[in-house]
């Protein structure tokens, strides 16, 4: 009667994946997981990977009551349809094994009520996914496992990448899932200001700032890049070379520390700031804290120069800038907006000094990137 009602279900299309109480009992995988297993569990502990992940609604395991103790599967599929599987031993051990068991509560204490596992990669969800090779691409989270995760995409397919390939995740929102979200730098500088985050190794850029002066930085390492400035004409009427080594660490996913030196030489004099800097979140989502020195002619000055900016990425193409100066005596800084591609990009700042107490268009750049660009 067990395997017939069985069969019965798994004819059925629209029926519930569920057994009579009187021919067979219920399995309990455990406290966090209970008594039916959906999508994110099947996702986060491997379970059924005879099942497609995104067509998985929710299993349930029953077993037999007769001698022969049958343990079946009734598998409720998300188009409609209900699936029958005959789960042996070995397999429903390792069902088991794979459940994590909650932390016996301290003497005397109350134990909690069982909640679901948490997984800080939420299944379902679209994803920016940079590579540490410096590919990347957008999929929608299908399993995560203890070493690997599991993504579908548009135009590759499904895609298995080990945890340790991966550089970071950036979940996206439904808008910029549909307009697309690729990588558009590494965000290692507002305008002029650098940040403390670094170019990767291979990654490099060249820019053109207020038509006369051509910069370009380049990554030696994850953590030392180097990078100069000169005039774009060379001797008419303006000389000098500056050059910007800056080395860097990550302290975690979100938080970076650099430290690195602006020298430069021309007009008969030489000079400079060192300085430090910390930064805070992402590529496109960043906030900054310097602190630097100005030098010149073996000359430090006192009273150090601040700096306190940010970039906020709003749209697939445009990043709002900021970074303010407070020195001794007054503030002053740029604020504006980049337009950016993966390649290419324009920015336009304006300058306000507090002395002058008014804001003009005073920067402006355009860069192309090479090398590693995702």
Do not use: H
Not at 4 to 24: I, K, M, N, V, W
Not at 97 to 107: E, K, L, M, T, Y
Not at 185 to 210: C, H, S, V, W
């Amino acid at each position: 009667m067990f395997v017939a009602l069985l069969l019965l279900g798994a004819a059925a299309p629209s029926a519930r994946a569920q057994a009579p109480a009187d021919t067979a009992r219920l399995l309990m995988l455990g406290p966090v997981v209970g008594e039916v297993v959906d999508a994110q569990e099947k996702a986060t502990y491997g379970f059924f990977p005879y099942y497609s992940t995104d067509n998985f609604a929710e299993g349930r395991l029953y077993q037999a009551l007769r001698p022969d103790s049958a343990v079946t599967l009734l598998a409720q599929l998300r188009d409609g349809t209900v699936r029958r599987r005959r789960i042996g031993a070995a397999e429903l051990q390792s069902i088991r094994a794979a459940v994590p068991r909650p932390a016996p509560a301290p003497a005397g204490t109350r134990p909690a009520a069982p909640t679901r596992a948490a997984t800080p990669d939420s299944v379902g969800t679209m994803y920016a996914v940079e590579l540490v090779t410096g590919s990347s691409f957008m999929g929608t989270l299908l399993a995560t496992r203890p070493a690997e995760l599991e993504f579908t995409t548009r135009d590759l397919g499904r895609l298995v990448v080990q945890r340790t390939n991966i550089r970071n995740m950036q979940p996206l929102t439904v808008t910029q899932a549909g307009r697309g979200w690729e990588p558009v730098g590494n965000g290692t500088r507002i305008f002029f200001a650098p940040t403390a985050r670094m170019l990767r190794k291979g990654e490099g850029y060249i820019q053109d700032i207020n038509v006369f002066v051509l910069g370009g930085n380049y990554g030696i390492t994850d953590n030392i890049s180097i990078g100069a400035l000169v005039p774009v004409i060379p001797g008419a009427g303006v000389s000098f070379v500056a050059l910007t080594p800056k080395v860097g660490v990550p302290v975690n996913d979100k938080l970076n520390l650099a430290a690195g030196v602006l020298f430069a030489t021309g007009f008969g004099s030489s000079g400079g700031i060192a300085y430090g800097a910390g930064t805070y979140g992402t590529a496109d989502q960043n906030a900054t804290l310097g602190l630097g020195y100005l030098f010149a002619e073996g000359d430090i000055e006192s009273s150090p120069v601040v700096l306190v900016g940010g970039a906020t990425r709003i749209s697939r193409r445009l990043s709002l800038l900021n970074e303010t100066y407070f020195y001794s005596g007054g503030l002053g800084g740029l604020v504006g907006l980049r337009v950016a591609a993966a390649r290419l990009s324009g920015s336009l700042g304006f300058l306000y000094l507090s002395e002058l107490g008014t804001i003009f268009p005073a920067y402006l750049e355009a860069a192309y990137r090479f090398g590693k660009v995702k």
